[in-house]
């Protein structure tokens, strides 16, 4: 899993984490091998991040608590060219990401997300699936991309991640990553992906308040206009406006939702 200075990480693979000591072993084993794992810890109080340690994980510390704080701490701190997310409580695969990152390294897309598709009644609750498929109608209307899930594993560009200037340091992180990409025109594409009970409670889905504030935090990122660049981009009219919101960019999209812990 390690890299040596001379020899940069083809991927690096960010994993937010908050009290995953329970989850991280497996995780870190799926690494795709010669690939870099980042685990931010955000917090933890379990010992993960000397588990993640001596694993061999490159660990982050994230005093700023938030979802989005760890993620765009991991991203600050990747060096490859391109970076991977997952959630780091097993219940995403990491051995899935070469198949999932590969439309990235051959340039044939810019993000590519995951999309759950659960292998129990238990991995994902009926009232997650149905804050998912409103979240995925109002994705749609705000960015024409015709996306299901909202896919906490992904894959993109590093530089072109940190261009979109994200701003959201809690749950609204990965929406609004997805919107600022559509904003920008990028070419967004959907892959399934297992999703397996995770270990552990969630730290947002799994409780009320977690819940209230991941529907807060991303109901101000549908909010948001467009950015400059994508307003002057389509003052040309709709045809502008098509390849802004990426209607003409979206490729292989199967089917969204959010943050996982």
Not at 75 to 89: K, N, R
Not at 171 to 199: C, F, I, K, N
Request: with cysteine.
């Amino acid at each position: 899993m390690e890299t040596t200075p001379s020899s940069p990480p083809p991927v690096d693979v960010v994993l937010p984490c908050l009290d995953e000591a329970g989850a991280l072993p497996w995780v870190l084993d799926r690494i795709p091998p010669g690939w870099r794992a980042i685990v931010v810890d955000n917090g933890s109080t379990d010992g993960s991040a000397d588990v993640a340690r001596s694993l061999g994980a490159h660990v982050v510390r994230e005093p700023r608590r938030g979802f989005g704080a760890a993620c765009h701490a991991g991203l600050a701190a990747a060096t490859a060219d391109v970076v991977c997310f997952c959630d780091c409580d097993a219940s995403l695969d990491p051995a899935l990401l070469p198949a999932l990152a590969g439309p990235v390294l051959a340039g044939s897309a810019d993000l590519v997300l995951g999309r759950r598709r659960p292998t129990t009644l238990g991995a994902w609750p009926l009232h997650a699936r149905l804050a998912n498929l409103e979240l995925a109608r109002l994705i749609r209307r705000r960015t024409r991309l015709r996306l299901r899930d909202l896919g906490p594993m992904r894959a993109a560009r590093r530089e072109a991640l940190l261009a979109l200037d994200l701003t959201d340091r809690r749950s609204g992180y990965p929406l609004q990553m997805v919107v600022r990409a559509a904003d920008a025109g990028w070419r967004v594409r959907e892959t399934d992906v297992p999703y397996h009970p995770r270990t552990g409670r969630s730290k947002v889905t799994g409780t009320w308040r977690g819940t209230w504030q991941a529907v807060r935090d991303m109901s101000a990122v549908l909010a948001e206009p467009p950015t400059a660049d994508a307003v002057r981009r389509t003052a040309g009219g709709p045809a502008d406006l098509a390849s802004v919101t990426g209607v003409t960019g979206v490729t292989g999209v199967t089917g969204v939702t959010g943050a996982g812990r």
